[in-house]
């Protein structure tokens, strides 16, 4: 598809310059290994949905294609006829690259004439990728709300897109690309309307269908981990100095409010902030005003050195019944080194303590296969888990996403080749760190941390010395037979996974009750 940027004043939706415009958003809300899989209920996005209530805002309609499955192509065009949309808006993130490379060669063989904007996080980070892609005529780069609000305005008016409008790359007719400075991101949250939940079949949901709305007060985050998209994001913009924001407190109440008012089902609120204390002051005066006007059951993400006792008194006074945290690895050098996370693990451990001791959950969150990391390096990231007593862990493979530091750090080992598209589970090959040790650990994570936790319970010191490192050159021995239990252990997780998902759309009543008993002791 190549853009006529000169559009003539009747486009693909028969508009002119006096009509508000049709933007259509095409939403691929799903995972590689679930493409196929019909049935499988959606997922809230605050991006979407704060860019639709500011188009709306200025008298546009908006629609959402909101795909839970790769469609074939007939069903695709057929759908996106259906819609007689004037612009749309392809929502990418990095793990769908593939799918949405090839819908968007569908809509350049079959609806070249109309525009197509890319944005979202891969977009903002891998703009050279995705505005050569056939199909894609724009790329959006950044927060979109007042961009997208001032390109389309602009081309209502005049029947042109503005290619020297900050925030954008065009594709020109001749295959050559304009690539415009960032827009500013707004630094006051409470600017912005609040988002269009009608946009979504809300209550329908994945997590409103147990009871759950996700909600976020804030954008951005402080910090600069290696492995996270949140630094590079920041980076892409001239200021950095205040790029983690948070509406105010009165603001943020008002929309859990609207929430809960859209969904009086909601009993649960899944804060999705990266850090929600990350201003202790702020977070102190939501607080309050959410024990007052909400008083709804929480969980929400916080970071181990950003908790005192006194926030986790607060946390649990207010409803907090859940915390996920970053753990990521167990060994301070390697955290330090390579994540750019200086955390001690005797605070780590303590936090954990306070945290539990208001009746609070902890789940942390943990990264196998890192670049340089080793399984002993494992060993210890399963060692912590067990010392801090977490009631969960959330275990991922190391994905080395576009412009991130610890991408560079595994081309530079050796571990990646620059390009190499992301897909399966295990990215890096590491001499050191054989792939299939790599699928062991991660499937045997909870059951190890157990054994461990078993040992740490002996109160003699020698004895817990002694049964650790016997265990320790059990699993690390070339005799054990890793891979057959990392395969049987895959198989396991991912049938147990499947029956969650059955049990969540057939029976979302019957998951809700065994999720509330789950907590009853919170």
Same mark, same amino acid.
């Given at each position: 598809?190549?853009?006529?940027?000169?559009?003539?004043?009747?486009?693909?939706?028969?508009?002119?310059?006096?009509?508000?415009?049709? !933007?259509? %958003?095409?939403? =691929? /809300?799903?995972?590689?290994?679930?493409?196929?899989? *019909?049935?499988? &209920?959606?997922?809230?996005? @605050?991006?979407?949905?704060?860019?639709?209530?500011?188009?709306?805002?200025?008298?546009?309609?908006?629609?959402?294609?909101?795909?839970?499955?790769?469609?074939?192509?007939?069903?695709?065009?057929?759908?996106?006829?259906?819609?007689?949309?004037?612009?749309?808006?392809?929502?990418?993130?990095?793990?769908?690259?593939?799918?949405?490379?090839?819908?968007?060669?569908?809509?350049?063989?079959?609806?070249p004439e109309i525009p197509v904007i890319a944005g979202g996080y891969h977009p903002t980070l891998a703009p050279e990728e995705v505005i050569a892609l056939p199909?894609?005529?724009?790329?959006?780069?950044?927060?979109?709300?007042?961009?997208?609000?001032?390109?389309?305005?602009?081309?209502?008016?005049?029947?042109?897109?503005?290619?020297?409008?900050?925030? !954008?790359? %065009?594709?020109? =007719? /001749?295959?050559?690309?304009?690539?415009?400075?960032? *827009?500013?991101? &707004?630094?006051?949250?409470? @600017?912005l309307p609040f988002p269009d939940l009608d946009l979504f079949d809300y209550q329908n949901l994945k997590s409103n269908r147990i009871g759950t709305a996700e909600?976020?007060?804030?954008?951005?985050?402080?910090?600069?981990?290696?492995?996270?998209?949140?630094?590079?994001?920041?980076?892409?913009?001239?200021?950095?100095?205040?790029?983690?924001?948070?509406?105010?407190?009165?603001?943020?109440?008002?929309?859990?409010?609207?929430?809960?008012?859209?969904?009086?089902?909601?009993?649960?609120?899944?804060?999705?902030?990266?850090?929600?204390?990350?201003?202790?002051?702020?977070?102190?005066?939501?607080?309050?005003?959410?024990?007052?006007?909400?008083?709804?059951?929480?969980?929400?993400?916080?970071?181990?050195?950003?908790?005192?006792?006194?926030?986790?008194?607060?946390?649990?006074?207010?409803?907090?019944?859940?915390?996920?945290?970053?753990?990521?690895?167990?060994?301070?050098?390697?955290?330090?080194k390579y994540l750019r996370r200086s955390m001690n693990n005797a605070h780590i451990v303590k936090v954990a303590h306070w945290l539990r001791e208001a009746g609070?959950?902890?789940?942390?969150?943990?990264?196998?296969?890192?670049?340089?990391?080793?399984?002993?390096?494992?060993?210890?990231?399963?060692?912590?888990?067990?010392?801090?007593?977490?009631?969960?862990?959330?275990?991922?493979?190391?994905?080395?996403?576009?412009?991130?530091?610890?991408?560079?750090?595994?081309?530079?080992?050796?571990?990646?080749?620059?390009?190499?598209?992301?897909?399966?589970?295990?990215?890096?090959?590491?001499?050191?760190?054989?792939?299939?040790?790599?699928?062991?650990?991660?499937?045997?994570?909870?059951?190890?941390?157990?054994?461990?936790?078993?040992?740490?319970?002996?109160?003699?010191?020698?004895?817990?010395?002694?049964?650790?490192?016997?265990?320790?050159?059990?699993?690390?021995?070339?005799?054990?037979?890793?891979?057959?239990?990392?395969?049987?252990?895959?198989?396991?997780?991912?049938?147990?996974?499947?029956?969650?998902?059955?049990?969540?759309?057939?029976?979302?009543?019957?998951?809700?009750?065994?999720?509330?008993?789950?907590?009853?002791?919170?």
């Open positions: 598809m190549v853009i006529n940027l000169i559009l003539t004043v009747t486009g693909a939706g028969g508009y002119s310059k006096s009509m508000a415009l049709h !933007f259509l %958003f095409v939403y =691929p /809300d799903f995972l590689e290994n679930t493409k196929h899989v *019909r049935g499988i &209920p959606g997922n809230y996005s @605050e991006g979407i949905a704060s860019i639709s209530a500011t188009l709306k805002r200025e008298g546009h309609s908006v629609s959402l294609y909101h795909q839970t499955y790769m469609p074939d192509k007939r069903d695709f065009v057929l759908k996106i006829r259906a819609y007689h949309p004037d612009i749309i808006g392809f929502s990418l993130r990095t793990t769908i690259m593939a799918c949405a490379a090839e819908m968007l060669g569908w809509l350049n063989e079959a609806l199909g894609v005529d724009i790329v959006s780069r950044g927060e979109g709300e007042f961009p997208l609000r001032d390109l389309i305005n602009g081309f209502d008016r005049t029947g042109y897109f503005n290619t020297s409008e900050p925030g !954008f790359w %065009f594709k020109q =007719p /001749d295959g050559t690309v304009i690539r415009n400075v960032m *827009r500013p991101y &707004p630094a006051d949250l409470d @600017e909600v976020i007060v804030s954008r951005g985050c402080l910090y600069s981990c290696t492995y996270c998209a949140n630094a590079n994001i920041r980076n892409t913009y001239e200021e950095k100095r205040s790029y983690a924001r948070f509406r105010s407190p009165e603001n943020a109440a008002e929309l859990l409010a609207r929430v809960l008012r859209k969904d009086p089902g909601v009993k649960y609120l899944n804060f999705n902030d990266a850090i929600l204390n990350m201003f202790p002051e702020w977070f102190y005066s939501f607080m309050k005003l959410y024990k007052e006007r909400v008083n709804l059951k929480f969980t929400c993400n916080l970071r181990f050195d950003h908790i005192d006792e006194e926030m986790c008194r607060v946390l649990a006074d207010c409803g907090c019944y859940l915390v996920t945290i970053g753990l990521e690895n167990g060994s301070e050098d390697f955290r330090k609070i959950r902890v789940y942390t969150y943990n990264i196998v296969g890192l670049p340089f990391e080793t399984l002993a390096l494992t060993l210890e990231t399963v060692k912590l888990n067990a010392r801090l007593q977490a009631d969960n862990e959330i275990v991922s493979f190391f994905c080395p996403y576009p412009a991130t530091d610890l991408r560079d750090i595994s081309i530079a080992g050796g571990f990646l080749k620059p390009g190499a598209p992301l897909s399966g589970k295990v990215f890096l090959r590491m001499p050191d760190y054989p792939r299939h040790d790599i699928i062991y650990a991660r499937y045997s994570f909870h059951r190890l941390v157990r054994a461990y936790r078993k040992i740490y319970r002996d109160p003699d010191p020698a004895k817990v010395a002694k049964r650790e490192a016997g265990l320790d050159r059990r699993i690390l021995s070339p005799r054990h037979p890793r891979l057959i239990i990392g395969v049987l252990r895959a198989l396991g997780h991912h049938t147990i996974v499947g029956l969650k998902r059955i049990s969540a759309r057939f029976t979302p009543v019957l998951y809700r009750k065994l999720r509330q008993l789950k907590y009853s002791a919170n």
